[in-house]
Protein backbone atom coordinates (compact mmCIF):
# COMPACT_ATOMS: atom_id res chain seq x y z
CA UNK A 1 0.00 0.00 0.00
CA UNK A 2 1.45 3.55 -0.86
CA UNK A 3 1.73 6.08 1.94
CA UNK A 4 -1.04 8.29 -0.01
CA UNK A 5 -3.25 5.23 0.83
CA UNK A 6 -2.33 4.84 4.03
CA UNK A 7 -2.55 8.08 5.28
CA UNK A 8 -5.99 8.45 4.00
CA UNK A 9 -7.32 5.24 5.45
CA UNK A 10 -5.92 6.35 8.82
CA UNK A 11 -8.03 9.47 8.65
CA UNK A 12 -11.40 7.60 7.59
CA UNK A 13 -10.57 5.32 10.88
CA UNK A 14 -9.87 8.10 12.49
CA UNK A 15 -13.09 9.64 11.82
CA UNK A 16 -15.20 6.73 11.53
CA UNK A 17 -14.09 6.54 15.58
CA UNK A 18 -14.09 9.87 16.26
CA UNK A 19 -18.02 9.79 15.44
CA UNK A 20 -18.57 6.26 17.03
CA UNK A 21 -17.07 8.06 20.24
CA UNK A 22 -19.56 11.48 19.65
CA UNK A 23 -22.42 8.92 19.41
CA UNK A 24 -21.59 6.91 22.53
CA UNK A 25 -21.26 10.56 24.29
CA UNK A 26 -24.81 11.37 22.93
CA UNK A 27 -26.54 8.45 23.51
CA UNK A 28 -25.21 8.43 27.21
CA UNK A 29 -25.97 11.62 27.94
CA UNK A 30 -30.27 11.68 26.45
CA UNK A 31 -30.42 8.51 28.27
CA UNK A 32 -29.97 9.87 31.41
CA UNK A 33 -32.14 12.77 30.20
CA UNK A 34 -35.61 10.77 29.36
CA UNK A 35 -37.94 10.30 31.77
CA UNK A 36 -40.68 8.26 30.90
CA UNK A 37 -44.41 9.13 31.83
CA UNK A 38 -45.84 6.08 34.38
CA UNK A 39 -50.11 5.80 35.77
CA UNK A 40 -49.80 4.58 39.56
CA UNK A 41 -51.30 1.99 38.49
CA UNK A 42 -48.50 0.84 36.49
CA UNK A 43 -46.11 1.67 38.91
CA UNK A 44 -47.87 -0.50 41.77
CA UNK A 45 -47.77 -3.44 38.74
CA UNK A 46 -43.78 -3.35 38.60
CA UNK A 47 -44.05 -1.59 35.15
CA UNK A 48 -41.60 1.21 35.86
CA UNK A 49 -38.90 -1.17 36.31
CA UNK A 50 -36.14 -0.16 37.90
CA UNK A 51 -35.56 3.27 36.49
CA UNK A 52 -33.77 6.18 38.54
CA UNK A 53 -35.85 8.95 37.26
CA UNK A 54 -39.41 9.27 36.06
CA UNK A 55 -42.31 10.90 35.54
CA UNK A 56 -45.56 10.23 37.51
CA UNK A 57 -49.20 10.88 35.96
CA UNK A 58 -52.83 11.47 36.80
CA UNK A 59 -54.98 13.44 38.41
CA UNK A 60 -54.68 15.51 42.12
CA UNK A 61 -56.71 12.93 44.40
CA UNK A 62 -59.43 14.98 46.19
CA UNK A 63 -59.10 15.94 49.96
CA UNK A 64 -55.25 14.74 49.95
CA UNK A 65 -53.18 17.75 49.28
CA UNK A 66 -51.67 18.72 52.56
CA UNK A 67 -49.07 21.48 53.37
CA UNK A 68 -47.01 21.47 56.39
CA UNK A 69 -47.60 24.73 58.34
CA UNK A 70 -45.05 27.31 57.50
CA UNK A 71 -43.07 25.13 55.09
CA UNK A 72 -42.30 24.01 51.47
CA UNK A 73 -42.85 20.77 51.79
CA UNK A 74 -46.06 19.28 50.58
CA UNK A 75 -47.86 15.43 49.87
CA UNK A 76 -50.92 14.65 47.85
CA UNK A 77 -51.81 11.30 46.36
CA UNK A 78 -51.87 10.91 42.25
CA UNK A 79 -54.80 8.60 41.12
CA UNK A 80 -55.37 7.50 37.75
CA UNK A 81 -58.86 5.68 38.37
CA UNK A 82 -57.26 2.76 39.86
CA UNK A 83 -54.80 3.22 41.86
CA UNK A 84 -53.33 5.76 43.89
CA UNK A 85 -49.68 6.66 44.53
CA UNK A 86 -48.67 9.37 47.63
CA UNK A 87 -46.22 11.92 46.64
CA UNK A 88 -44.48 14.23 48.70
CA UNK A 89 -42.54 17.42 46.84
CA UNK A 90 -40.94 20.35 48.26
CA UNK A 91 -40.88 23.50 46.48
CA UNK A 92 -43.08 26.40 45.11
CA UNK A 93 -46.08 24.38 43.33
CA UNK A 94 -47.49 26.01 40.08
CA UNK A 95 -50.52 28.34 40.02
CA UNK A 96 -53.04 25.85 38.85
CA UNK A 97 -52.15 23.25 41.00
CA UNK A 98 -54.96 21.93 43.31
CA UNK A 99 -56.95 18.57 43.70
CA UNK A 100 -59.16 16.83 41.15
CA UNK A 101 -56.77 18.21 38.21
CA UNK A 102 -54.23 17.04 35.85
CA UNK A 103 -50.28 16.84 37.10
CA UNK A 104 -47.48 15.46 35.78
CA UNK A 105 -44.52 14.69 38.48
CA UNK A 106 -41.10 14.17 37.57
CA UNK A 107 -38.96 12.12 40.07
CA UNK A 108 -38.22 9.20 41.60
CA UNK A 109 -39.27 6.40 44.18
CA UNK A 110 -38.13 5.85 47.37
CA UNK A 111 -39.77 3.08 49.12
CA UNK A 112 -44.26 3.24 48.25
CA UNK A 113 -43.58 7.22 47.98
CA UNK A 114 -42.78 9.07 45.11
CA UNK A 115 -40.35 11.96 45.42
CA UNK A 116 -41.22 14.87 43.09
CA UNK A 117 -37.87 17.32 42.07
CA UNK A 118 -40.59 19.05 39.84
CA UNK A 119 -44.63 19.73 39.69
CA UNK A 120 -45.92 20.20 36.17
CA UNK A 121 -50.11 21.39 36.31
CA UNK A 122 -52.15 21.60 33.39
CA UNK A 123 -52.27 25.19 32.08
CA UNK A 124 -56.24 25.33 31.18
CA UNK A 125 -59.36 24.05 31.48
CA UNK A 126 -58.75 22.01 28.31
CA UNK A 127 -54.86 20.37 28.57
CA UNK A 128 -54.00 17.69 29.42
CA UNK A 129 -50.65 16.07 28.16
CA UNK A 130 -51.22 13.70 25.57
CA UNK A 131 -49.65 10.58 27.65
CA UNK A 132 -51.95 11.46 30.73
CA UNK A 133 -55.16 12.09 28.63
CA UNK A 134 -54.38 8.58 26.81
CA UNK A 135 -53.79 6.55 30.27
CA UNK A 136 -56.84 8.53 31.44
CA UNK A 137 -59.20 7.51 28.94
CA UNK A 138 -58.66 3.75 29.10
CA UNK A 139 -58.95 4.42 33.07
CA UNK A 140 -62.21 6.12 32.44
CA UNK A 141 -63.66 3.52 30.08
CA UNK A 142 -62.52 0.34 32.02
CA UNK A 143 -64.21 1.91 35.14
CA UNK A 144 -67.39 2.87 32.51
CA UNK A 145 -67.01 6.30 34.06
CA UNK A 146 -67.55 9.99 32.11
CA UNK A 147 -65.03 11.23 31.29
CA UNK A 148 -63.98 14.68 32.17
CA UNK A 149 -65.45 17.50 29.89
CA UNK A 150 -68.91 16.10 30.21
CA UNK A 151 -67.86 13.75 27.82
CA UNK A 152 -69.49 9.73 28.54
CA UNK A 153 -67.19 7.00 28.53
CA UNK A 154 -67.80 4.21 25.67
CA UNK A 155 -69.34 1.41 25.50
Known amino acids: MNPTR ?3 L ?3 LGLVAA ?11 LQRNVAYL ?3 SEILRGEAGEHARFRLGGMV ?4 FQRAPGSMDASFR ?3 GDAEMP ?3 SGILPDLFREKQAVVATGRMQGDVFLAEEILA ?3 ETYMPKEVADKMGQAHKKHDVAAPGGAEAPR
Do not use: E, Q
Open 87 to 89: VKY
Open 19 to 29: AGVATALVATA
Open 122 to 124: KHD
Open 61 to 64: AAGS
Open 38 to 40: YTP
Open 78 to 80: VTD
Open 10 to 12: LWV
Open 6 to 8: RRR
